[in-house]
C-alpha cells in the first residue's frame, strides 16, 4: 500500500459488471443499481484506466444535482486522488450543468471530465442516476472510447481509492487531498461570461425594459442559478421569469424533461389568457431546451432551422456558419436553410458525440438533434440556456413574435411536419424482433405502395465520420417516401426499464395554405402506414405511443 501524503491509496478487490456500457450519452441506470457495492467505483476505475490521463491532469467534475450526486461526487473525488490526477475543478456544492462542465473543461484546459447526471430522465431514491464522460475538447467521449471502458469494466479486478475524509465542497477555493488540489469553482460564472460574448447583452436588456415578458422553467434542476443569474440579474428579466428556479434532488418529484407533457406549469401559462411573449424551459442537466411563443410551440427541429437562418443576428454568429449539421432522425428544415445559405449540412447517428469532430475540425459552427437539443461550436455539448439566449437575441432585433417568426420561416422555406411517437416501457425482446423483422424486409419494401405512399428508397442508417473515417451502424431503420416523406425506427438508448421505440415521423409541405395544419392531422396517413408496416399493436399491445413530441 503506497502512502500519500499522509493518506494510504487502497486497492480494493472489485468484482467485475457486464452491464456497464455506456448508451447514446454516458452510463445511465437506476440509483439502486449504482449503490450496489462497487458499482459506481468499478465504472469509474474502468474510465481512469482507459483513459490513462498523464499524471498530474486536470480533471472537471460535476453534476446536476440529483440525488446520490454529492455521494457519488466524494467517491470519485478520492479516486481521483488515488489514480495520480493532479488537479479536480469540482462546481460548488457538486453543481455543474452539462454545457457549463464542457466550457469549464475547454477554458481551464483540463484533460478530461466526469459528469454526474441521468439527464431528463425522473431522480430520487427510485430515480435513475448516470455518469457521463468527456474529454480534453470538452465533448462527450467517442464510441470508441466508451467502448473500451465497457471492456475494462467487465475485466476490472481491484479499483484504486484515497482512505481519506470527505472533501468540503460548500466553499469556493483550494484544498488539498492527499498530492491532489481540489478547487471549488463557482458553477456559474465561466459560462455566464461565454453566454455574455455570443450574445447581444444590451439588445436583450433593452427588450426586458420595454414590455416584454419571459416565463423561464427550470424544472427544478440544474439551469435553476444559471438562469436566475443571467436572464434576472444580467439581462434585468423581472424577478419571478424564472419558475422552479430552486435545484431539488427528485427535481419535485416529475421528470426534468422540457416538453409539452412535462413542462406543464410552463404550458398553463403560456396559453393563458394573459400569457408572456417567450417560454422557455431546460432539463435536469440543463443541455435540452424546449422553446414556446404565446400559444405557440416551436419543434426542435424548427428552432434549429430558424436559428441557422437568422444566425446572423446574433454577434458570436455574425461571421456566417461555417457548416450545420442535425441528427439523422431530426427533420430536414435545417437542410433547406443550409441549401440556401451555401453551406453543407451532415447527418449524424443520434447523441451529441457525433459532432464533436466535425465542430474540432471546424467544419460546423451550429448543430442540433430533434429531442431538444441545440448547440454550436462554442463548446462541445448541448446547451439549453444558450438556446434560450440565442432566441432572445432575434427577438430583441426582430421585435416579432415567436409565432410570426416561425410562420414567415415556414413560408419562405416551406414547413416540415414533423413528430416523434415513443412507445416506453416494451418488452425488450419484442422491440429487438420488430426491429430484426423490418430490418429484414427493408430491400422488399422498396417501390412497395403502403397507403397512398410509395416506398422510393430504405435502409439502415450507417455513418461514416467524414473527419476520422470511423463508421457507425445500426442507426435506425429509415423509409423514405416521394416528395420527401420519411419515417425512423430506433431504439432508445438512455433508457433504464425495458426498450423504448422510437417512431419519427416527417412531411414536407410547401403550400401555405395547408401550414396551418396540426401535425398529428397533417401526418395522420404516415402514422397509420407505420402501424400497418410493423404491425405495432399486435405485437406491442399498445393502442397509442406512451409520449408524443
Ligand atoms: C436521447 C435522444 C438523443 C439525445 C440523448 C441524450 O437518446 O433521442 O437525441 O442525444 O437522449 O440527451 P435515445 O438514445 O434515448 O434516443 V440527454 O439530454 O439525455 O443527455
Ligand atoms: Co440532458
New binding site residues.
Given amino acids: 500500500m503506497n502512502e500519500i501524503a499522509g493518506t494510504r491509496v487502497r486497492m480494493i478487490a472489485t468484482m467485475p459488471f457486464d452491464d456497464q456500457r455506456p448508451?447514446?450519452?454516458g452510463l445511465r441506470k437506476k440509483v439502486t443499481v449504482f449503490r450496489q457495492p462497487r458499482y459506481l467505483e468499478n465504472f469509474v476505475q474502468s474510465v481512469f484506466d482507459t483513459l490513462a490521463l498523464p499524471p498530474g491532469s486536470a480533471l472537471v467534475l460535476g453534476g446536476d444535482g440529483r440525488y446520490y450526486n454529492r455521494e457519488a461526487l466524494q467517491i470519485i473525488i478520492k479516486m481521483a486522488a488515488a489514480n495520480g490526477i493532479g488537479r479536480v475543478l469540482i462546481g460548488r456544492d457538486g453543481i455543474l450543468s452539462?454545457p457549463a462542465a464542457s466550457c469549464v473543461i475547454r477554458q481551464h484546459g483540463a484533460s478530461a471530465g466526469i459528469i454526474l447526471?441521468a439527464?431528463?430522465n425522473p431522480g430520487g431514491p427510485q430515480g435513475d442516476f448516470g455518469v457521463k464522460v468527456n474529454g480534453a475538447n470538452g465533448g462527450p467521449a467517442p464510441s470508441v472510447l466508451t467502448e473500451a471502458i465497457y471492456t475494462r469494466s467487465r475485466a476490472l479486478s481491484a479499483y484504486r481509492i484515497l482512505d481519506a475524509p470527505d472533501v468540503a465542497l460548500e466553499r469556493l477555493g483550494q484544498s488539498r487531498l492527499g498530492e491532489m488540489i481540489v478547487e471549488v469553482i463557482d458553477p456559474v460564472a465561466d459560462y455566464a461570461q461565454l453566454m455574455e460574448s455570443l450574445f447581444d447583452f444590451t439588445a436583450i436588456r433593452a427588450l426586458f425594459a420595454s414590455r416584454f415578458r419571459l416565463c423561464y422553467d427550470a424544472m427544478h434542476a440544474v439551469t435553476g442559478p444559471y438562469a436566475k443569474e443571467i436572464l434576472e440579474r444580467r439581462l434585468g428579466a423581472p424577478a419571478g421569469s424564472v419558475i422552479h428556479g430552486e435545484p431539488r434532488a427528485d427535481f419535485g418529484g416529475e421528470p426534468p424533461d422540457p416538453n409539452l407533457v412535462h413542462a406543464h406549469e410552463l404550458v398553463r401559462i403560456m396559453n393563458g389568457p394573459d400569457a408572456p411573449d417567450f417560454g422557455a424551459a431546460c432539463?435536469g442537466?440543463g443541455?435540452?431546451n424546449m422553446i414556446l411563443g404565446r400559444r405557440f410551440f416551436v419543434t426542435p427541429s424548427d428552432s434549429l432551422a430558424v436559428l441557422a437562418a437568422n444566425a446572423r443576428l446574433a454577434p458570436g454568429y455574425a461571421a456566417g456558419l461555417k457548416g450545420v449539421a442535425r441528427?439523422m432522425p431530426t427533420s430536414q428544415a435545417l437542410d433547406r436553410v443550409a441549401q440556401q445559405l451555401g453551406i453543407l449540412c451532415y447527418e449524424t447517428p443520434?447523441?451529441?458525440k457525433f459532432f464533436g469532430n466535425l465542430l474540432d475540425a471546424g467544419m460546423i459552427t451550429l448543430c442540433g438533434?430533434?429531442?431538444f437539443?441545440t448547440g454550436s461550436s462554442h463548446l462541445r455539448e448541448?446547451d439549453g440556456l444558450w438556446a434560450v439566449l440565442f432566441w432572445l437575441n432575434l427577438l430583441a432585433v426582430r421585435r416579432q413574435p415567436v409565432e410570426i417568426i416561425v410562420r414567415e420561416h415556414w413560408w419562405t422555406h416551406g414547413r416540415h411536419f414533423y413528430t416523434r411517437h415513443d412507445y416506453e416501457g416494451l418488452d425488450p425482446v419484442v422491440a429487438r424482433c420488430l426491429m430484426k423483422q423490418l430490418r429484414g424486409r427493408l430491400g422488399r419494401l422498396r417501390g412497395e405502395r403502403l397507403g397512398t405512399r410509395r416506398v422510393r428508397e430504405s435502409d439502415d442508417f450507417e455513418y461514416t465520420d467524414p473527419v476520422d473515417g470511423s463508421v457507425t451502424s445500426g442507426q435506425g431503420l429509415r423509409l423514405f417516401f416521394e416528395e420527401g416523406a420519411r419515417v425512423v425506427f430506433?431504439l432508445?438508448?438512455?433508457?433504464t426499464e425495458g426498450a423504448?421505440l422510437?417512431i419519427y415521423l416527417e412531411a414536407f409541405e410547401p403550400d401555405p395554405a395547408r401550414h396551418h395544419l396540426d401535425p398529428q392531422q397533417a401526418l395522420a396517413g404516415l402514422i397509420s402506414v407505420v402501424h400497418d408496416v410493423v404491425q405495432l399493436r399486435q405485437r406491442t399491445g399498445r393502442h397509442a405511443p406512451t409520449v408524443i413530441t
Fill in positions: 448508451g447514446t450519452s452539462t447526471s439527464s431528463h432539463d442537466d443541455d435540452r441528427s443520434t447523441g451529441w438533434e430533434e429531442s437539443g448541448k430506433r432508445s438508448g438512455t433508457g423504448t422510437r
